[in-house]
């Protein structure tokens, strides 16, 4: 069965910080990934994925994640955070040979102060 | 716009009804999503669909039921066996496609019993 765990429930960093948020997976075959981020009282934004190809991906708002299969996470980092990234991050898993289950970790809040 | 549109807002339901969640896309994706928000446990999936005509039970499917009569609607019933069923109620939808597989969020639906 596929699984992923966000260890954080609340990350704090400075403005101009980098800031990293974490994920482990747990797959029986090659994962998809993804990371979302959500603001209070709305729906999940799509941030970035790894499908196949470069371990390290680029997505929105200056967000990257690194694949590291041997270790299975898929941590989410900013070089210099805003405090506009403050929001709920969701990492989520799906096992491409079990179809288009996708589940999802209970989320880290992170918290950017100026 | 292209997107994916949950009715109501926000829903009341007293003991022992039936309500009914609406989602609709037009991105014209194949696959979509039922989950359910609760307070640091993240999203837990209800039922997700890949095809019309189709579905499948997701971790919490119990108490809820779905239809996918067309491509475009996917709606959640929560009935009276659901016994705790005030929580945040997010739809989603994807492509079935490799490259673009990411999930497209609904603004969610609050559902509270009264």
């Known amino acids: 069965a596929q699984s992923v765990a966000q260890p954080e429930d609340q990350v704090n960093v400075a403005e101009g910080n980098p800031l990293t948020v974490k994920c482990t997976y747990s797959?029986?075959?090659?994962?998809?990934l993804f990371w979302y981020v959500q603001y209070p009282n709305r729906g999940l934004q799509f941030l970035l994925k790894y499908i196949t190809g470069d371990n390290l991906v680029k997505g929105s708002y200056g967000f990257e994640a690194e694949f590291n299969k041997s270790q299975t996470s898929f941590h989410l980092k900013k070089p210099s955070a805003l405090v506009s990234d403050s929001a709920l991050y969701f990492c989520?898993?799906?096992?491409?040979?079990?179809?288009?289950?996708?589940?999802f970790g209970a989320g880290t809040r992170l918290f950017v102060k100026a | 716009d292209g997107g994916i549109t949950q009715s109501p807002k926000y829903l009341f339901r007293k003991e022992g009804q039936n309500v009914t969640l609406s989602c609709e896309q037009n991105?014209?994706?194949?696959?979509m999503y039922w989950y359910r928000q609760d307070p640091g446990q993240g999203l837990r999936l209800i039922y997700y669909?890949?095809?019309?005509?189709?579905?499948q039970k997701g971790d919490i499917a119990e108490g809820y039921s779905v239809s996918r009569e067309k491509k475009e609607s996917f709606p959640l019933t929560v009935t009276s066996a659901q016994k705790n069923p005030t929580a945040f109620y997010l739809c989603?939808?994807?492509?079935?496609?490799?490259?673009?597989?990411?999930?497209?969020f609904g603004q969610g639906t609050r559902l509270t019993v009264v």
């Open positions: 989520a898993v799906r096992d491409p040979t079990g179809g288009f289950k996708t589940i």
């Open positions: 797959v029986s075959g090659n994962p998809y």
């Open positions: 669909s890949q095809i019309v005509n189709d579905f």
């Open positions: 991105l014209n994706h194949d696959a």
């Open positions: 989603a939808s994807s492509s079935t496609g490799v490259r673009n597989t990411e999930a497209f």
